[in-house]
Every structure is written in structure tokens, then in C-alpha cells.
């Protein structure tokens, strides 16, 4: 479990990590090798979860190898599909990673959410319920791996 103590607020227990897939853990459908190197790292963290409509079709074949769980869902109400897994996951212990605007309602539910304004963009909207806001996938994932960088973002 991953712990995140953040003077003035809250300590964070993390269960589980759960990232969109299209524009921001993959771009154009894609997995970058130094992404699957971190997602494994992750793993020794928390439970690793993607999810996505699969707009490319490729989720599973990109995913393959990592032990991730992925779900996939309709591509029509999205948001709704996204907050409701959140929510059985646990939302207090689940830390959510996205971009688009189906993301908000998960992003609301979610005890941590990290928007990222990457190569894809960012839905403005979703920036208004993060917690934190990173320019990659890369910022992001190493937020959870060195969690002290949260602090200074996160701090009361």
C-alpha cells in the first residue's frame, strides 16, 4: 500500500492506482517502453488498474505482460462506467489518473486525482476537480514513486 502524508491534511493509504488509457497512459493507442517499466514498479505499490473505452482496440495487446487489470467498457457514457468502478474499488483508497472529460465523475469520487495535460490535452474541465495537475504521464507517475513530491502541491 502506498502512503501518502501530507502536512496540515491527510495521510493517504493507496490501495489502488487507476489510470484512462487513451491520452494518458498511451498516446494515439500506444504504451511507451519507459511507462511499462514504471507501471511495473507501480505494481509493488498498489493494485494497477486500466480503464478505457478502447477507442484503438489495442488495450489488451498493449497491456500484455504488465499483470494490470484492465476493463473495458461501451464507448457511450463513459464517465458514469468509470466512477462506478472507482467507487467499487473503494474511493477512499483509490488514487485515479486521467485526462478527458469523462474522467471528472471518477476524479470527484477518488481520494487522490492527478489530471495530466499531455499530448492528447487535457479536458479544462477535468483540471477543475484535480488535486494535482502534471504536464505527462511521466510527472505523474513519478509523483507516486517519490510521494514527497506531492507534499509541496498538496500541503495545507
Known amino acids: 500500500m502506498l502512503e501518502i502524508n501530507v502536512p496540515g491534511r491527510d495521510t493517504y493509504q493507496i490501495a489502488n492506482i487507476v489510470f ?3 491520452g ?3 498516446t494515439d493507442g500506444i504504451i511507451n517502453d519507459d511507462i511499462r517499466e514504471a507501471i511495473i514498479q507501480l505494481k509493488e505499490l498498489a493494485n494497477v488498474y486500466v480503464i478505457t473505452a478502447d477507442t484503438h482496440g489495442n ?3 498493449q497491456c500484455s505482460g504488465l499483470g494490470v487489470n484492465i476493463t473495458t467498457f461501451p464507448t457511450g457514457d463513459a464517465a458514469t ?4 468502478i472507482v467507487e467499487e474499488l473503494g474511493a477512499d483508497k483509490t488514487l485515479c489518473i486521467g485526462n478527458g472529460y469523462n474522467d471528472i465523475e471518477m476524479f470527484k469520487s477518488a481520494i487522490l486525482a492527478i489530471a495530466i495535460i499531455g499530448r492528447e490535452g487535457c479536458s479544462g474541465k477535468l483540471i477543475e476537480v484535480a488535486d494535482i495537475v502534471v504536464t505527462s504521464i511521466e510527472n505523474a507517475i513519478q509523483i507516486i514513486l517519490k510521494p514527497k513530491r506531492a507534499i509541496a502541491t498538496l500541503r495545507g
Open 59 to 61: 488495450v489488451k495487446q
Open 20 to 22: 484512462d488509457y487513451n
Open 24 to 26: 494518458t497512459l498511451a
Open 81 to 84: 462506467y468509470k466512477k462506478i
